[in-house]
């Protein structure tokens, strides 16, 4: 249990005691060290139910809270507030526990968390990237907390941005006058490469030409066949839906088609890997919207003699505005599954896979309004798996006009940022550094990384380039750097009994200066900091943690010299950069950020 766990306990235990077992006090840290470790609202809480004067109130408390045998001191602040200082013994014994797994609600539980997204025949975009960056942190969280988690990608395998690439495709194979096959004896980035310039010629085609957007549609409709043709072959599945609705299809077209959607679907899934491998993430389960519009359709037909859906105007929608939400279409007027169906589809799928506690989608603040209305349908179709289904929802990032476009001329693609990041650390990496290279990867990676959580989760991310590189300020390179630093110390001061022990191991009396202290402080709190960060879905919460620790070490090394103190601080403050060392390159591994030895 956390030093912050405890004493909200026994917070807990007075309330009970004045007959406020319900109200759950706050327990958060001053801005100023010097008010303390921590400070509660208890007083001003339970006064207010009480009918007592708060400052009063808190007063009585206070002789209860200074008998606690991990607290040093407990003062009154302004109109109630209640301060508490923790003994060093307390705050080194949490520093010398805090490797060992969290346990809160979270421990325990399975956790599947759904991100990324992306959308084969496309290249990952920005959005893309900022749900996976997201996502993946979530999971490290949840995992630190003690969680399983299952990491779940489904992405748009259908609809009209494939039958737009499929329509490019086909048109650049009969210019240049060969079959689609020819292309698996190249590499994977001509492929792909190959793969975005159709999409581009189809997309800007499809706006600028009627007769083309007509064709487009048709294509559509033959992808959608040509999926469920693919996976009858693959697992047997048999098709659920009637796409074909009568109409007599081009045998010889659809099986051009087919051959064009496979191979073009292989190669995309095959170069998101590699991104994904770049990211650092690796999914348990994949779900492609084919087969999701399936399950979902049937689901939907299935629910209409329970009232759940309804038809209207030879659609079957959702009616929503009988519950205070909007009406929305869940097959439309041709019998077909909507995007709405299609997400239906997927909770009872992956609880298939994978028997969660709670599921988390990572997606984009503009659809608010469109998952109030999916999660509410989920729970009427599926009352238990709607109340574990909760939507994360994350801003829009912004970046500075001109910089970089994806071959469609519009889009900043993953790819991209991340090449242009690597770019821009590169020039400031001295080119004597070993393994310059991979340095200037990891620390680009940061940057970018660091720079879309260190705002809250909902908030818009506005992304600036010299900014987020950056060796100062509040960047993710910053951090790392902090980080090799540490190291750099440790291997001068190679040969001491500094790596055999903690800050536990030292005399309280060899830590006189106040710079120790306040580190001292900040590293007890490392695993309060990864508890609210899962708990509160806030990887920026851990972002401000990392960056206070960092300067306070930073400050530390400035006014207290280590290597040259008498022997038991120069232990004792050795031991402390290396704690740190290690709290920091934990802190970033929860971010998904590699820590480099050197910089």
Not at 89 to 108: C, K, Q, V
Not at 359 to 378: C, G, K, M, R, W
Not at 518 to 540: G, T, W
Request: hydrophobic share 40%; proline share 4%.
């Amino acid at each position: 249990m956390t030093i912050k766990q405890q004493l909200t306990a026994e917070l807990q235990k007075v309330l009970q005691e004045v007959g406020l077992e319900g109200v759950v006090p706050s327990v958060d840290y001053p801005s100023d060290p010097r008010h303390g470790d921590y400070a509660t609202n208890i007083a001003l809480v339970a006064a207010k139910n009480l009918g007592k004067n708060p400052r009063e109130l808190a007063q009585e408390l206070q002789a209860k809270f200074q008998e606690l045998d991990f607290v040093e001191k407990v003062e009154i602040a302004g109109p109630g507030f209640i301060n508490f200082w923790v003994k060093e013994e307390a705050l080194l014994d949490e520093i010398a526990s805090s490797s060992s797994t969290l346990r809160n609600e979270i421990t325990g539980k399975r956790i599947a968390v759904e991100y990324t997204d992306p959308n084969p025949f496309k290249e990952l975009h920005i959005g893309h990237l900022y749900s996976n960056i997201i996502g993946e942190s979530l999971c490290l969280l949840f995992e630190a907390n003690g969680a399983t988690v299952w990491r779940a990608d489904y992405f748009g395998d259908v609809g009209m941005h494939v039958a737009k690439s499929v329509w490019g495709l086909r048109e650049k194979i009969k210019d240049l006058g060969f079959e689609i096959k020819d292309l698996e004896e190249r590499s994977l980035e001509e492929r792909v490469k190959f793969l975005g310039e159709g999409y581009a010629l189809g997309s800007n085609k499809y706006a600028e030409d009627d007769g083309v957007k007509e064709e487009v549609k048709h294509l559509n409709k033959l992808i959608y066949i040509v999926a469920q043709k693919m996976w009858e072959e693959e697992k047997g599945l048999k098709p659920q839906v009637d796409y074909r609705q009568g109409e007599v299809i081009d045998e010889q077209e659809l099986d051009e088609v087919y051959q064009l959607y496979v191979l073009g679907r292989k190669w995309s899934l095959e170069a998101f890997e590699v991104l994904y491998r770049r990211l650092g993430t690796k999914f348990d389960g994949y779900y492609p919207e084919s087969i999701a519009g399936e399950k979902g359709y049937t689901l939907v037909k299935n629910n209409i003699a329970k009232g759940i859906f309804v038809e209207s105007e030879g659609a079957v929608i959702f009616p929503g505005e009988s519950q205070g939400l909007h009406n929305r279409v869940f097959i439309n007027k041709l019998g077909l599954p909507t995007y709405e169906a299609k997400e239906l589809g997927l909770p009872e799928w992956k609880y298939e896979d994978f028997t969660y506690d709670a599921s988390y989608i990572v997606t984009a603040n503009e659809i608010a309004p469109y998952f109030q209305v999916l999660v509410e349908a989920l729970r009427q179709v599926h009352p238990e798996l709607g109340k574990k289904t909760h939507p994360v929802l994350h801003g829009m990032v912004r970046l500075p006009e001109g910089k970089m476009s994806s071959r469609s001329g519009n889009v900043i693609t993953v790819a991209g940022l991340l090449d242009e990041a690597k770019a821009k650390v590169k020039e400031l990496v001295r080119d004597d550094v070993e393994d310059k290279e991979q340095i200037s990867e990891m620390v680009g990676m940061a940057a970018v990384k660091y720079a879309f959580l260190k705002s809250g989760v909902g908030k818009d991310v506005t992304f600036d380039f010299n900014e987020s590189v950056s060796f100062d300020g509040n960047s993710g390179p910053y951090i790392q750097y902090t980080y090799a630093r540490t190291r750099s110390v440790l291997r001068k001061a190679e040969g001491t009994e500094h790596g055999a022990k903690s800050p536990k191991h030292y005399a309280l009396s060899t830590m006189p200066e106040d710079e120790e202290r306040q580190l001292l402080r900040l590293l007890a709190r490392f695993p309060e900091i990864v508890e609210e960060a899962a708990e509160r879905l806030s990887p920026n919460v851990l972002c401000t943690y990392l960056f206070e620790l960092a300067q306070a070490f930073n400050l530390f090394y400035q006014k207290s010299p280590i290597l040259k103190a008498a022997d038991d601080v120069r232990a004792l403050r050795l031991a402390l950069t290396q704690t740190t060392g290690e709290t920091l390159k934990k802190g970033l591994s929860l971010l998904g950020i590699k820590a480099p030895e050197k910089m």
